[in-house]
């Protein structure tokens, strides 16, 4: 007959297999939830899939390659007007720009919104860069309000001399208005005013 001597490895093998499995799985739902956040800086630090690096300072050299900025605006699921001041700029590489847009709430409630934004063509997101933009912040605005943003930009001086971009003469930056998932900005904390 067969007997059993001294205490089971198999329990402490199952918990250890447990264990790491949980471990596993909190890792993953972590690095699923990190990755957004993680993917967004990344493309803004370096210009990956248009996106436009934040910029610190302006360039000290400014070319005489003439580039010409258009700004296409879009609003989804809320009940704004977003509307560049002009639908275009033309402006030397390394010269800042500015450019104006305004936002209507037509609703009778305060909303906020969070603007996406990206670069066409994708080879020019590396070398366009904002100082100032709206786009950097949820924003929230009253009822009934019109409000105007101001968008400090310029294009990297290496545009060109990039083989990638160097006979591109038109670019266009996008935005993007979305409900924000969670309102973070009051209105007044990015530069604009009311009209």
Sequence with gaps: MWRMSGSSPRPRRNARIVVACLSVF??????AFAAVPLY?????????????PRAKHAPTTILNQRVTVSFDTNVRTLPWDFQAAEPRQTLRVGETGLAFFTVTNRSDQALTGRASYNVSPDQAGAYMRKLQCFCFNDQ????????????????????????????????????????????????????????
Excluded: E
């Design 140 to 195: 929230t605005i009253p009822a009934h309000t019109t409000v105007k943003f101001p968008v400090l930009y310029f294009i990297d001086p290496g545009f060109a001399s990039d083989p990638d971009t160097k006979g591109f003469t038109d670019i266009v930056l996008s935005y993007t208005f979305f409900p924000a998932p969670k309102p973070t900005q009051p209105l007044g904390g990015s530069g604009q005013a009311r009209l």
């Design 40 to 52: 967004r800086a990344f493309c803004q630090a370096t210009g990956f899939a248009g996106a436009i």
């Design 26 to 31: 909190v890792v993953m739902t972590g690095a």
